[in-house]
């Protein structure tokens, strides 16, 4: 991502900070939350795939509220491993906007090994596979069976703190441009959209600014097109 694209991100983030000036907010107001969206939108090539095939697992994926979004995040377990299976810290959550924050429905942390062939140069998130312990008394026990020992120390050690708030920061100012994306296509700002097969969408304004967000599903944004255009005219649409 170029450096206008960061800079329109901080400017979100600055122009939503003053409008709750007048009460306590959460928002962070340096570039923190930025580089980390900055980071998760366009990615690891190999974690975003990752991260798409867990929201399409139940275990990871679900929804209790249909306005709502979910935002996976990993960790690596054992970061001098290249090679599948990889281990990782999962945290998944559930979001909707509430005043100058998200809020979490719902939230899932824990250790998880993911298997892919390694013999393939892309990647097919139906060839992905993986393996999480069960709850409550069968937690310790699959560890051991699931994950090496050096992991299994590290996931016994493992603070979920710092993982949960990245997630959080990550869903904020997701949220936040796509609301500043239907904004712009409902009042014809919008002057084309590229959408990728991963969910990441790139839009650029009438007036040259550009936004960069996740879509909650799939082709979201054309639905949004396509109703403004008998208002608007012709958006220039591309996909991968």
């Known amino acids: 991502m170029d450096k206008k694209a960061i800079l329109i991100l901080l400017i979100i983030l600055i122009a939503v900070t003053a409008f ?6 959460k928002i962070p107001q ?20 990752i991260t798409e095939y867990l929201l399409n697992q139940k275990q990871f994926g679900w929804k209790t509220k249909d306005n709502s979004q979910n935002f996976c995040v990993v960790e690596s377990l054992d970061p001098e491993k290249e090679l599948f299976p990889l281990y990782f810290w999962t945290y998944c959550g559930e979001y909707i906007l509430d005043g100058d924050w998200v809020k979490t429905l719902s939230g899932s942390s824990g250790p998880v090994k993911i298997d892919y062939p390694n013999e393939l140069s892309f990647y097919n998130p139906n060839r992905f596979s993986y393996e999480a312990p069960g709850d409550g008394s069968h937690y310790s026990e699959d560890i051991k069976i699931i994950f090496p020992e050096l992991v299994q120390e590290r996931i016994f050690n493992f603070d979920r703190k710092e993982i949960i708030s990245r997630a959080e920061k990550i869903a904020f100012i997701n949220m936040m441009s796509w609301e500043l994306i239907k904004s712009a296509i409902n009042n014809c700002e919008a002057e084309s959209i590229f959408q990728a097969h991963n969910r990441n969408v790139a839009a650029e304004l009438k007036n040259g600014e550009k936004l960069f967000f996740i879509e909650p599903q799939i082709d979201d944004i054309f639905e949004l097109v396509k109703s403004a255009e008998p208002r608007c005219g012709k ?4 996909t991968e």
């Not at 923190?32 to 795939?49: D, H, L, P, S, T």
């Not at 958006?235 to 591309?238: E, G």
């Open 235 to 238: 958006i220039l649409m591309a």
């Open 20 to 25: 709750y000036l007048w009460g306590e907010t």
């Open 30 to 49: 340096d570039k923190e939350g930025v580089e980390e969206f900055v980071a998760y939108y366009e990615g690891n090539q190999m974690e975003r795939a």
